[in-house]
């Protein structure tokens, strides 16, 4: 054992003192650093996402989406090192996994072009669609400032106040609102992003992981039973099944949508909010995502992993969709703040191709670059530069800039009563007891504004919430 110098310790069992019973010795440097390290072992925990399990795993391309990207990650036959965080979204760190939760779906691909980060979720939907809204969502999640507790009437006003949330809702409150483990869930990039292939054309592109192992729920009944026994619920089957060789897989599909359908498209193909049904754009297989292996260390390749919508590589591009452009500030910025200015830098975040910037210094620069005359661009001294040969092809913008009501006009009602309305009768009874269990202490005035968005999507989805919680169903007249 060394000291972190590397100086030999001799003994590490007794503080230095003046006699047996003390008191302690100012100069002993390693009680003095052990109490100051243990002060500095924890990093600001994620506003959103805090509680997090990850491993590593492959991504095989079975299937030739070459005509719509040119990524060097879609070659049929790549095999590209992947590592894939899930998280509950509203939990801090010490929360229970097993809690009714949207379950984040952030994978990060090592590929020979940089890093390709998929920062999705296991729903293919969001509460809101213009990133304004995120953080005031995000406040109804957490704790009352008073109380420190958390509120269903905060969450229930600001949903009823905002009708784009009733297609995450729904999903939110039916049984895939409690998964069983995390093996057993879908993850979708949610967002729509591009595709660009080596001719240069843009396609839209949904991103969708479908599970091999089926989708598996819980009860709340059952969820209860399992956090009353374990908090680590989900990072125990995960890490024990990947420990056993029990590896899991998810079919990696896209859908995909030209730039030309995209223009009078019935639904805005960028509005988080909605899915492109499978009946008009449907599921073109891919590849197998299998996770294989665990971390050695959770804070060195978990809590400190990094994933950024931002991270995309030559043939995967944006799109206008207004969440996705927050996210590609907020990500970054989140883990600049978190984890510190080089989060890059660190293993588990760094590519595994080459990296060329010209950022300097800042805490935690952990490398030693060798000295150059080339540390500005443009520089006379051989330093990297641009390569036009990556510019994606210009892409078409018109209107006026102003702030548009998202909410004019927009139907949001139909998708969520379409999903309504593919569940079975015994699923809607537990979606109507999962809402109404969901909603306890609300007050009744928005109880009863939350029932006209039910029944907008389907009087039979009020009708059923109403009979769950005793109210009457005012939406209905009655
Ligand atoms: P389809 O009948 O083609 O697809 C239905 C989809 O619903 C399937 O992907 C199914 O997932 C999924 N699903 C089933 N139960 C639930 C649930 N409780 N929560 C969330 N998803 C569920 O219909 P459409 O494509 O026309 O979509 C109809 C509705 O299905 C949408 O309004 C949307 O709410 C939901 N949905 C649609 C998706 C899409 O990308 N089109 C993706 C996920 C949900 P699985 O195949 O795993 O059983």
């Given at each position: 054992?060394?000291?972190?110098?590397?100086?030999?310790?001799?003994?590490?069992q007794?503080?230095?003192?003046?006699?047996?019973?003390?008191?302690?010795?100012?100069?002993?440097?390693?009680?003095?650093?052990?109490?100051?390290?243990?002060?500095?072992?924890?990093?600001?925990?994620?506003?959103?996402?805090?509680?997090g399990?990850?491993?590593?795993?492959?991504?095989?391309?079975?299937?030739?989406?070459?005509?719509?990207?040119?990524?060097a990650?879609?070659?049929p036959?790549?095999?590209?090192?992947?590592?894939?965080?899930?998280?509950?979204?509203?939990?801090?760190?010490?929360?229970?996994?097993?809690?009714?939760?949207?379950?984040?779906?952030a994978?990060?691909?090592?590929?020979?072009?940089?890093?390709?980060?998929?920062?999705?979720?296991?729903?293919?939907?969001?509460?809101?669609?213009?990133?304004?809204?995120?953080?005031?969502?995000?406040?109804?999640?957490?704790?009352?400032?008073?109380?420190?507790?958390?509120?269903?009437?905060?969450?229930?006003?600001?949903?009823?106040?905002?009708?784009?949330?009733?297609?995450?809702?729904?999903?939110?409150?039916?049984?895939?609102?409690?998964?069983?483990?995390l093996?057993?869930?879908?993850g979708?990039?949610?967002?729509?992003?591009?595709?660009?292939?080596?001719?240069?054309?843009?396609?839209?592109?949904?991103?969708?992981?479908?599970?091999?192992?089926g989708?598996?729920?819980?009860?709340?009944?059952?969820?209860?039973?399992?956090?009353?026994?374990d908090?680590?619920?989900?990072?125990?089957?995960?890490?024990?099944?990947?420990?056993?060789?029990?590896?899991?897989?998810?079919?990696?599909?896209?859908?995909?949508?030209?730039?030309?359908?995209?223009?009078?498209?019935?639904?805005?193909?960028?509005?988080?909010?909605?899915?492109?049904?499978?009946?008009?754009?449907?599921?073109?297989?891919?590849?197998?995502?299998?996770?294989n292996?665990?971390?050695?260390?959770?804070?060195?390749?978990?809590?400190?992993?990094?994933?950024?919508?931002?991270?995309?590589?030559?043939?995967i591009?944006?799109?206008?969709?207004?969440?996705?452009?927050?996210?590609?500030?907020?990500?970054?910025?989140?883990?600049?703040?978190?984890?510190?200015?080089?989060?890059?830098?660190?293993?588990?975040?760094?590519?595994?191709?080459?990296?060329?910037?010209?950022?300097?210094?800042?805490?935690?620069r952990?490398?030693?670059?060798?000295?150059?005359?080339?540390?500005?661009?443009?520089?006379?001294?051989?330093?990297?530069?641009?390569?036009p040969?990556?510019?994606?092809?210009?892409?078409?913008?018109?209107?006026?800039?102003?702030?548009?009501?998202?909410?004019?006009?927009?139907?949001?009602?139909?998708?969520?009563?379409?999903?309504?309305?593919?569940?079975?009768?015994?699923?809607?009874?537990?979606?109507?007891?999962?809402?109404?269990?969901?909603?306890a202490?609300?007050?009744?005035?928005?109880?009863?504004?939350q029932?006209?968005?039910?029944?907008?999507?389907?009087?039979?989805?009020?009708?059923?919430?109403?009979?769950?919680?005793?109210?009457?169903?005012?939406?209905?007249?009655?």
């Amino acid at each position: 054992m060394t000291t972190s110098a590397g100086n030999p310790v001799a003994d590490n069992q007794n503080s230095l003192s003046a006699g047996p019973r003390g008191p302690l010795l100012m100069q002993d440097y390693q009680l003095l650093e052990k109490l100051a390290h243990q002060n500095r072992e924890r990093i600001p925990e994620r506003t959103v996402h805090a509680k997090g399990t990850a491993a590593y795993g492959t991504l095989t391309i079975t299937h030739d989406i070459t005509q719509y990207s040119k990524a060097a990650v879609f070659k049929p036959g790549a095999k590209t090192e992947a590592l894939l965080r899930f998280s509950t979204v509203a939990g801090e760190r010490g929360a229970a996994d097993a809690e009714r939760d949207v379950r984040g779906f952030a994978l990060k691909f090592y590929t020979e072009e940089g890093n390709w980060d998929m920062v999705g979720n296991n729903t293919p939907v969001f509460f809101v669609r213009d990133p304004l809204k995120f953080p005031d969502f995000i406040h109804t999640q957490k704790r009352h400032p008073k109380s420190n507790l958390r509120s269903n009437t905060a969450a229930w006003d600001f949903w009823s106040l905002s009708p784009e949330s009733l297609h995450q809702v729904t999903i939110l409150m039916s049984d895939r609102g409690i998964p069983k483990t995390l093996r057993h869930v879908n993850g979708y990039g949610s967002h729509t992003y591009s595709f660009i292939n080596a001719q240069s054309e843009r396609f839209w592109v949904k991103f969708h992981f479908k599970t091999l192992q089926g989708i598996q729920c819980m009860s709340n009944a059952e969820s209860d039973a399992v956090i009353a026994k374990d908090r680590e619920s989900s990072q125990r089957d995960l890490f024990e099944a990947i420990e056993r060789g029990d590896f899991p897989k998810w079919r990696f599909c896209v859908q995909i949508m030209s730039e030309k359908a995209a223009a009078t498209y019935r639904w805005n193909p960028f509005d988080l909010t909605k899915v492109w049904p499978h009946g008009d754009f449907p599921l073109i297989e891919v590849g197998i995502l299998e996770l294989n292996r665990n971390p050695e260390n959770y804070f060195a390749e978990v809590e400190q992993s990094a994933f950024s919508p931002s991270n995309i590589v030559p043939g995967i591009g944006f799109s206008p969709d207004k969440m996705l452009q927050a996210r590609i500030f907020a990500y970054a910025d989140a883990h600049r703040y978190r984890v510190g200015t080089h989060y890059e830098m660190l293993p588990v975040n760094r590519p595994k191709s080459p990296v060329h910037t010209y950022h300097a210094d800042g805490p935690m620069r952990s490398d030693a670059p060798k000295a150059t005359d080339a540390y500005y661009e443009p520089n006379s001294f051989g330093g990297p530069t641009q390569a036009p040969r990556f510019a994606e092809p210009p892409l078409q913008i018109t209107g006026d800039s102003d702030r548009f009501n998202h909410r004019d006009g927009n139907d949001d009602y139909t998708q969520a009563g379409d999903l309504f309305r593919l569940l079975k009768p015994d699923h809607q009874a537990r979606l109507f007891q999962n809402i109404a269990a969901a909603m306890a202490g609300v007050p009744e005035f928005i109880v009863q504004r939350q029932l006209v968005h039910f029944h907008r999507a389907d009087p039979r989805y009020a009708a059923g919430v109403a009979q769950a919680l005793g109210v009457k169903n005012r939406a209905a007249g009655g």
